[in-house]
């Protein structure tokens, strides 16, 4: 039966191929996504805890000042950190953000190229 069946449709080797290699890709890419997810994650975790603790360093800080000028002061320098830790932190997310989009189309890249290549040789023939 298979041989009459590979008569009629001579390519269902490179059908079946074509798509197991479109699958791969596409399971190449969510597994880069999801591990790139985990790792945007991780970050989030750390800055948010760190931002926790900074907040009770903070504040503790600010029960023992002895003035309200000394308050104010505090106040604007923990400011003044907050902000540029917030700064660094967004930048640090962005730059994974941006990282995993690459990882994660990386293979469906490479499988349109392969397939546009593979297309593109009958015509170039």
Same mark, same amino acid.
């Given at each position: 039966?298979?041989?009459?069946?590979?008569?009629?449709?001579?390519?269902?080797?490179?059908? *079946?191929?074509?798509?197991?290699?479109? #699958?791969?890709?596409?399971?190449?890419?969510?597994?880069?996504?999801?591990?790139?997810? +985990? /790792?945007?994650?991780? =970050?989030?975790?750390? +800055?948010?805890?760190?931002?926790?603790?900074?907040?009770?360093?903070?504040?503790?800080?600010?029960?023992?000042?002895?003035?309200?000028? =000394?308050?104010? =002061? #505090?106040? *604007?320098?923990?400011?003044?950190?907050?902000?540029?830790?917030?700064?660094?932190?967004?930048?640090? #997310?962005? /730059?994974?953000?941006?990282? *995993?989009?690459?990882?994660?189309?990386?293979?469906?890249?490479?499988?349109?190229?392969?397939?546009? =290549?593979? #297309?593109?040789?009958?015509?170039?023939?």
């Amino acid at each position: 039966m298979t041989e009459y069946f590979t008569k009629f449709v001579p390519s269902f080797d490179l059908i *079946v191929e074509f798509h197991k290699a479109n #699958l791969d890709a596409f399971v190449q890419a969510q597994t880069a996504f999801f591990k790139g997810s +985990q /790792e945007i994650s991780k =970050e989030l975790v750390a +800055q948010t805890q760190a931002n926790i603790e900074a907040l009770v360093v903070a504040s503790k800080t600010a029960f023992g000042a002895k003035t309200l000028q =000394e308050v104010v =002061e #505090l106040n *604007v320098d923990g400011a003044k950190t907050h902000y540029e830790k917030l700064v660094a932190g967004s930048t640090k #997310l962005g /730059e994974l953000g941006v990282q *995993v989009a690459n990882d994660a189309f990386a293979p469906i890249k490479a499988r349109a190229t392969a397939v546009s =290549e593979t #297309l593109m040789k009958p015509v170039a023939a």
